[in-house]
């Protein structure tokens, strides 16, 4: 009988989650036709660039997205910390699109930046408990 590998113990460490994310949706765009293109460096606030059949750019920024209440829901904008002071950027006029994967139902959604909150996006998997119908996004709407 051969040597038996020992997976590693996947990192749950945020950067190694985000990674994670990055490679699934940058596989997934790829499978289904677009060209993807990675900066040099992590100074832009986008992760990705992708080109379309009509040779059109666009700018990503990766997310992994959580369920919660019938919802994916992620992040939108981004934190850091400067001298023990937090602060928090939107993404409006510096990206294209959000790609967002859910790894707890492993599918790829991509968002275009104007149709979600400047803090937090949700995707809607299920109905609301109120049967609201107005401003829900439908998360088969975005699905890659």
């Known amino acids: ?18 990674e994670r994310s990055e490679v699934i949706i940058m596989a997934r765009l790829y499978e ?6 990675i900066p040099l460096g992590e100074n832009q606030r986008y992760d990705l660039i992708i080109e379309d059949d009509d040779e059109c750019l666009y700018r990503i920024q990766c ?17 850091y910390f400067h ?11 510096q ?9 707890d139902i492993r599918k790829v959604y991509l968002v275009p930046v104007d149709h979600v909150g ?9 109905p609301s408990k109120n049967n609201q119908e107005k401003h829900i996004r439908w998360a088969k709407d975005y699905e890659v």
Do not use: W
């Open 83 to 93: 001298h023990n002071k937090g602060s928090r950027r939107d993404y409006r006029g």
């Open 63 to 79: 997310k992994t997205g959580r369920l919660s209440c019938g919802s994916i829901a992620f992040n939108t904008a981004s934190t």
């Open 118 to 126: 400047i803090t937090e996006g949700q995707l809607r998997l299920e």
């Open 32 to 37: 289904m036709g677009y060209q993807v293109f």
């Open 1 to 18: 009988m051969g040597n038996i590998i020992k997976l590693p113990i996947l990192k749950t460490d945020n950067k190694s989650v985000g």
């Open 95 to 103: 990206i294209d699109y959000f790609a967002v994967y859910s790894p």
